[in-house]
Nanobody, 124 residues
Framework: RCSWWSLGGGVVQAGGSLRLSCVAS????????MGWFRQAPGNERESVAV????????YYAESLKGRFTISRDNAKNTVSLQMNSLKPEDTANYYC?????????????????WGKGTLVTVSS
């Protein structure tokens, strides 16, 4: 059984930074690409960033490039998302997930295991 712990959500002012971390257990962490996804009220869940099994490849949603950085530590079963220069439109529930990276990217359908969401609220 796969279990997840998400850390780092909260409220931040526009222009500020947050770091999200997700720790997984019950799966062979290094066998999966890891990703962060987000879902705002009324919107579909969307890909934010994905990192390959070994960490050599990363994918970012075009609008987030340069502001968000994904990383992973396979020894600690942890994937993190550093978010800088946050904007009110970044407000959403953020989810970590494990799955497959295809063609250098991954969508919601490519993810097999999902962590619980953590809420990020960016105030203007």
């Amino acid at each position: 059984r796969c279990s997840w712990w998400s850390l780092g959500g909260g409220v931040v002012q526009a222009g500020g930074s947050l770091r999200l971390s997700c720790v997984a257990s019950g799966l062979t962490f290094s066998s999966y690409a890891m990703g962060w996804f987000r879902q705002a009220p009324g919107n579909e869940r969307e890909s934010v960033a994905v990192i390959s099994r070994g960490g050599a490849l990363t994918y970012y949603a075009e609008s987030l490039k340069g502001r968000f950085t994904i990383s992973r530590d396979n020894a600690k079963n942890t994937v993190s998302l550093q978010m800088n220069s946050l904007k009110p439109e970044d407000t959403a529930n953020y989810y970590c997930a494990a799955g497959t990276m295809l063609g250098g990217r991954a969508t919601v359908r490519d993810m097999k295991y999902w962590g619980k969401g953590t809420l990020v609220t960016v105030s203007s």
